[in-house]
């Protein structure tokens, strides 16, 4: 007989049975609906309080049928009941398990005994015990007492009856209340899930769940009042917001996202920890089936506390202090400026305007001075007919440095020049001001460029971030400070984004004092004043306005950062730090070295490349070997080479025979006589600068960081830090002075650092974590119950760079009435 003949005779034979089955059933529905309608004396009742128990077996089909008697109801505060059904069998048979079934008014719940859950690897754990919380009714005062009623179905297809357990209780404190603690268990197949209502003149709650154990991970969600409630762990994110949790959790809810002013909190716990950081017992690996319903019990504790007003919004917000402190420091700014400018007026009178440099040499020093008949290309800018205007800066901009014939002998005798062992300022600004002016100018208007590229994609990729975790409710995907994460329209944290207005309000600040000392020093070059023509630092504003563009663009992008801040968001919060680290030593250098420092374009293409390794480093930095392999054979061959650079002032080549001129440095001053180095002060200063990036190159290749942005960031800060003070003591040997503004601008600069630092390593999250446990490290706001520690973090740093900047700005101010051939060089 054939295999289909034989399908269809049984399905003969079975016909009749099944339709019987179903009319049966059919009417076992219809009787208990009109027994619920006539509701006999003998029905079992629930009241406040009670509990039914029901110890029996089942066949194929059984029903329970159960009414639940509503509390009175107060007319303020209307009670809401709910009932949780207890459930236990005994087998353990998966090909015939006890199928539960609960019909309520508003929907229907269902689940199995054994309940299966599945883990990572398709492992399965199986339990024996369920309870769950049935969707609870509220009571209006319209319709008075009513009652309830609930079906209980219990069905099975085994050939034998299974014993089982059912216990039906009412819930007494389902309601959770303000400011109130409540205790409870929960766990994977007894989750529990509680009522909260908002007071009248509460807009916003923050919902805090702690527990003594870091283990089982669990769930904390927030649904809105749908039945059926989403409380098991394949379903808890179908439905509100939700994060993981291992002994701590947060989620600040507003009741403006509830149009009935009332949410459900969902406690759900994981058959397994990997959400959560944990590893998978060794005792259960494998992919068979697995009886674990042991020790995944968890305590927690719930309690919910009105979050801040719309009142503290307003006092938190630091924008008008901010202005005021701002325009305060603008005005002793001026102060400042106004003395800087009138220097050359009041001051001494030993030159007069048409005082030229002369030859003279500095007594016991082997400088020889060039005097201004010395070549045609020489400064001689004291020579009104023969040097060019003092304000022929502002010509055309199409003027280039390639139009210009600026020292005819200088590509010949530069080398002569710079291979002098005592070095003056002259001696390396000899270059026309315009075209050198030009020069540093591309720095300001390269980075408004690089700027508006870099940040309208960053801009975009954060609001495509911040949607995903308002449309999906995954709070997971980013890693707030949840204990003071402040929400504002469509944004989870508005505090972390309001604090980095300082970047920018100090930014716009310092381009200010920039602004006014390039008006002023251009307004004493049209006067020909000496002073500014042949004595100081010459004045090239260029790197100092990039500067303030580069501060204004870490505040925007530290603040995209933090729209919701995540491992592979971190690099747009360093990308401007790396740049004010490298255009900070690129000041530094370019004042002793005006003639000879870096070009905008090779600058700003270093900054790429480092970018660009940044970029590699999140993706592959974890865990690959080859890439730090690779990372730190670029980072010593770049500090030799950028130390070779500075050494020998540019004169050493970079080519393809660099190699060959390298080793017969060696062997000619290493090998065959052992000398002492021509410039001692560099040399020094390039050794230790050398130890340290080999340093962190060592540590990188043994240790790894997972956060490589951070680690780079490190790289530039150090150096930025040894060559400041390099310059500073090497200034003071030189018998330079400090003068009281600079001074105070470095110790404010080293009290901020300090200050900022401490809160920057507070750690209120940590990427380089799971999302549960990056929460064990949050803490409530500290200042005006509105920022946390992180928030100061980046009020005290806008402050230390603004600081720092001003030091770089000032720090030289001393030497605006040295001439030119007396200021020394290192």
Request: aromatic share 12%; with cysteine; charged share 15%.
């Amino acid at each position: 007989m054939s295999v289909g003949s034989k399908l269809d005779k049984l399905l003969h034979l079975r016909f009749p049975v099944i339709l019987t089955c179903w009319l049966q059933l059919l009417y076992q529905s219809r009787a208990a609906t009109e027994r619920a309608r006539k509701r006999p004396s003998n029905l079992p009742v629930l009241s406040a309080g009670d509990g039914l128990l029901c110890r029996c077996s089942s066949g194929v089909w059984s029903s329970l049928l159960f009414c639940l008697l509503q509390t009175p109801i107060s007319t303020l505060f209307p009670q809401v009941d709910a009932v949780r059904v207890y459930v236990n069998s005994s087998s353990e048979n998966l090909q015939y398990p006890v199928l539960f079934v609960v019909r309520q008014q508003k929907g229907v719940l269902s689940w199995q005994v054994p309940l299966i859950f599945r883990g990572l690897y398709q492992r399965t754990y199986n339990y024996q015990e369920v309870s769950r919380t049935l969707c609870p009714s509220e009571p209006t005062p319209e319709a008075g007492l009513s009652d309830q009623v609930i079906f209980v179905d219990v069905a099975s297809m085994a050939p034998f009856d299974i014993a089982y357990e059912l216990l039906v209780t009412r819930l007494n404190n389902f309601q959770l209340e303000t400011n109130k603690a409540f205790n409870f268990t929960a766990s994977p197949s007894q989750p529990q899930y509680f009522l909260y209502k908002f007071p009248q003149d509460v807009d916003s709650v923050i919902i805090k769940v702690i527990s003594d154990a870091v283990y089982p991970c669990s769930v904390v969600s927030v649904q809105d009042i749908v039945c059926p409630v989403y409380d098991l762990d394949h379903n808890v994110e179908f439905n509100g917001v939700y994060q993981s949790m291992t002994k701590q959790a947060a989620i600040t809810v507003q009741k403006k996202d509830f149009p009935g002013e009332q949410f459900f909190v969902v406690f759900v716990i994981k058959p397994e920890d990997y959400a959560c950081g944990g590893s998978v017992p060794s005792s259960i690996h494998g992919n068979g089936n697995r009886t674990w319903n042991l020790q995944r019990t968890k305590n927690l504790q719930v309690t919910i506390v009105p979050s801040i007003t719309s009142y503290c919004f307003s006092q938190a917000s630091p924008a008008l202090r901010a202005v005021c402190i701002h325009l305060d420091l603008f005005f002793t700014d001026v102060r400042l400026t106004d003395s800087y400018g009138s220097v050359s007026i009041a001051g001494s009178g030993i030159m007069t305007s048409s005082h030229p440099i002369t030859a003279s040499t500095p007594e016991g020093s082997s400088y020889g001075a060039i005097d201004e008949s010395s070549s045609s290309g020489g400064r001689q800018l004291s020579s009104p007919e023969r040097g060019p205007q003092a304000g022929s800066d502002t010509d055309s901009s199409v003027e280039e440095e390639s139009d210009f014939d600026t020292m005819p002998e200088i590509e010949s005798d530069k080398n002569v020049i710079r291979t002098k062992v005592f070095l003056y300022l002259s001696d390396l600004s000899r270059k026309d001001r315009r075209i050198v002016s030009k020069k540093y100018k591309i720095y300001f208007w390269n980075i408004i460029t690089i700027a508006v590229f870099y940040a309208l994609p960053v801009i975009q990729l954060v609001i495509t971030y911040q949607t995903v975790v308002n449309v999906t409710g995954n709070q997971d995907i980013c890693y707030y400070n949840f204990l003071c994460a402040h929400p504002l329209g469509v944004l989870s944290a508005f505090n972390n984004i309001l604090s980095n207005v300082g970047h920018m309000l100090l930014g716009f600040l310092f381009l200010l004092i920039v602004l006014r000392r390039d008006i002023l020093h251009r307004r004493a070059m049209e006067m020909k004043d000496v002073y500014t023509l042949d004595y100081g630092i010459p004045k090239h504003f260029g790197l100092f306005y990039a500067m303030g563009i580069a501060l204004m663009m870490e505040g925007v992008l530290s603040a995209c950062y933090h729209v919701c801040p995540n491992y592979s968001n971190f690099q747009f919060d360093t990308s401007f730090m790396y740049m004010i680290a490298g255009l900070c030593m690129l000041k530094l250098y370019q004042t002793r070295h005006p003639d000879i420092n870096a070009s905008a374009y090779s600058a700003y293409a270093s900054f790429a490349v480092v970018i660009c390794l940044a970029v590699l480093g999140v993706v592959f930095g974890k865990n690959d070997m080859w890439f730090w392999v690779i990372f730190s054979v670029i980072h010593v061959v770049a500090s030799l080479a950028l130390s070779t650079q500075i050494y020998y002032m540019g004169r050493f080549k970079i080519d393809l025979g660099i190699f060959r001129r390298a080793a017969m440095v060696l062997y000619t001053d290493c090998i065959q006589q052992c000398s002492r180095p021509m410039y001692m002060d560099r040399m020094v200063l390039l050794i230790v600068g050398n130890l340290v990036n080999w340093s962190f190159a060592i540590f990188g290749l043994v240790y790894r960081p997972r956060d490589f942005a951070s680690y780079i960031l490190g790289i530039f800060i150090c150096n930025l830090l040894l060559y400041l003070a390099f310059y500073i003591i090497m200034k003071l040997r030189s018998s330079e002075k400090l003068l009281p503004i600079p001074l105070f601008c470095i110790v404010a600069t080293a009290v901020m650092w300090a200050a900022a630092l401490y809160f920057f390593f507070q750690n209120l999250s940590s990427w380089e974590e799971t999302p549960a446990e990056s929460r064990e490290k949050n803490r409530p706001c500290i200042l005006l119950g509105f920022f946390d520690d992180h928030d100061v973090w980046h009020f005290l740093s806008a402050a230390a760079l603004f600081f720092s900047f001003l030091v770089l700005l000032t720090l030289d101010d001393d030497l605006d009435t040295v001439r030119r051939d007396k200021i020394p060089v290192f």
